[in-house]
């Protein structure tokens, strides 16, 4: 399993930018495909965005599309969501995932997971 460290997350005001960051340990990184969920106060953990291993392939829940963005660089073995025009709706504890090869946008394929950054966004 990979050691994941998330980091980023903080206070807006709506319309506001924040860019979260997952460290992974350096082993076998480039083998895994990398995931940002969310979960809300009261709410399921949710699927925000997913990327695969080499960066050619991402997913994104309908709720961020055009406003959020997965990013990875495997030489720093870390993992970016760049979220843009936050609204309070966002306002959640935000995690980072990793699981094996292929992307998906289930939390139970996902097998390691970081300890979450806390986003607030204020209107």
């Known amino acids: 399993q990979e050691q994941l460290l998330d980091s980023g997350g903080g206070s807006v005001q709506a319309g506001g930018s924040l860019r979260l960051s997952c460290v992974a340990s350096?082993?076998?990184?480039?083998?895994?495909?990398m995931a940002w969920f969310r979960q809300a106060p009261g709410k399921e953990r949710e699927f925000v965005a997913t990327i695969s291993w080499n960066g050619g392939i991402t997913n994104y829940a309908d709720s961020v599309k055009g406003r959020f963005t997965i990013s990875r660089d495997n030489a720093k073995t870390t993992a970016y969501l760049q979220m843009d025009n936050l609204q309070p709706e966002d306002t959640a504890l935000y995690y980072c995932?990793?699981?094996?090869?292929?992307?998906?946008?289930?939390?139970?394929?996902?097998?390691?997971w970081g300890q979450g950054t806390q986003v607030t966004v204020t209107s």
């Open positions: 995932a990793a699981r094996l090869f292929r992307i998906s946008t289930l939390s139970t394929d996902f097998t390691s």
């Open positions: 350096a082993r076998l990184f480039n083998n895994y495909a």
